[in-house]
């Protein structure tokens, strides 16, 4: 099979598509032909050799893929082949087939196209695990979403609207985060040096009850001046860097909470967990329209490095897709 291939001390700063074995499923795994994969952040680190991929999964680039069922391994129930389906994974997305644990597939709606459906698994689950089960968003809480153009960011505005939040968008361009109007985002703040009192004052002072910071570094300090008192903050991104220099007495004086959350290293058990419960509240919403995939850009596989290259360089609105199949996705 055609797979972008794994990051190699080698090569790398090179991104290469070439043949590799086609996967066999195990107990509780199902394999699929892939039709789109979707890019994330952490695609790029992992193929710096900055993020390897966690024990026994493939070494192949690649957390989240929509195709059709191909083949059933040994005690999977509830699927059949030809089932289009969308897939959380460890790795091996970026590839023409992959296997994955049955608990980690959600049927695609029959409104959604197989190429949006790869971008929605990393960025549902993403928002879901951070807002719901890390976060403990209520209704009519505030939640300031900082990176909130990216592919997590564009989906977790919709899922706090579905949650009863209120949004609060932050990033650094200004004409992006208008875009986000479209997604029923009202309040917007650019990442600049007035970032804290801009919030404050939508909040009436008060500051927000959540954050999803996709972003920290040295913006981790004004987002903890935004926080109201017991506020919490869910860490999932490091893009504007690994470290940041924090004014501990804030976190004592507000009684603040900093939670730092993955998601791929979580066990195969726990994403099932987490899967069941996004997809009972989710799927019904992408089903009608409540909640939208949002694509920026399509490549196909043999042009993988231009795809790594616009996630990178060209900040896109939403997720970049690679369209992995032999035959175009349905």
Not at 7 to 27: C, F, H, K, Q, T
Not at 63 to 75: F, P
Not at 278 to 292: T, Y
Request: aromatic share 4%; hydrophobic share 45%.
């Amino acid at each position: 099979m055609r797979a972008v291939l794994p990051w190699r001390l080698e090569i790398s700063g090179a991104i290469a598509v070439g043949d590799l074995p086609a996967p066999v499923p195990g107990p509780g795994e199902v394999r699929l032909r892939v039709a789109a994969a979707g890019l994330n952040r952490a695609d790029l680190l992992q193929m710096r050799g900055q993020y390897p991929p966690p024990p026994g999964a493939s070494s192949v680039p690649g957390l989240e893929c929509s195709g059709e069922v191909v083949e059933l391994g040994a005690d999977v129930e509830g699927f059949r082949p030809g089932d289009r389906v969308m897939a959380l994974l460890a790795g091996g997305g970026q590839a023409e087939e992959v296997v994955v644990p049955a608990g980690q597939l959600m049927a695609v709606p029959a409104n959604l196209s197989l190429e949006e459906a790869a971008a929605i698994p990393e960025a549902a689950l993403t928002s879901w695990t951070n807002l719901v089960v890390e976060g403990g968003l209520r209704a009519g809480e505030t939640v300031l979403v900082t990176g909130a153009t990216s592919g997590i960011g564009t989906f977790a505005v919709q899922m706090i609207r579905e949650l009863g939040g209120k949004v609060i968008a932050a990033a650094r361009s200004r004409e992006r985060l208008e875009r986000l109007r479209d997604f029923g985002v009202e309040q917007m703040v650019p990442l600049d040096a007035d970032y804290p009192r801009r919030v404050r004052e939508l909040t009436a002072g008060r500051g927000v009850d959540l954050v999803l910071d996709l972003v920290a570094g040295p913006w981790t300090t004004p987002t903890l001046e935004c926080m109201a008192e017991r506020g919490r903050l869910i860490l999932v991104g490091l893009t504007a860097g690994r470290r940041a220099e924090v004014d501990l007495g804030t976190l004592l004086r507000n009684r603040l909470h900093l939670v730092g959350s993955v998601l791929r290293a979580r066990p195969a058990a726990e994403k099932a967990e987490l899967v069941r419960g996004f997809a009972e509240f989710g799927l019904p919403r992408l089903g009608d329209g409540r909640l939208r995939a949002v694509v920026d850009r399509l490549f196909p596989l043999a042009e993988a490095m231009a795809a790594y290259a616009c996630l990178e360089d060209q900040r896109p609105l939403g997720k970049v897709v690679l369209l992995c199949g032999a035959e175009p996705a349905s």
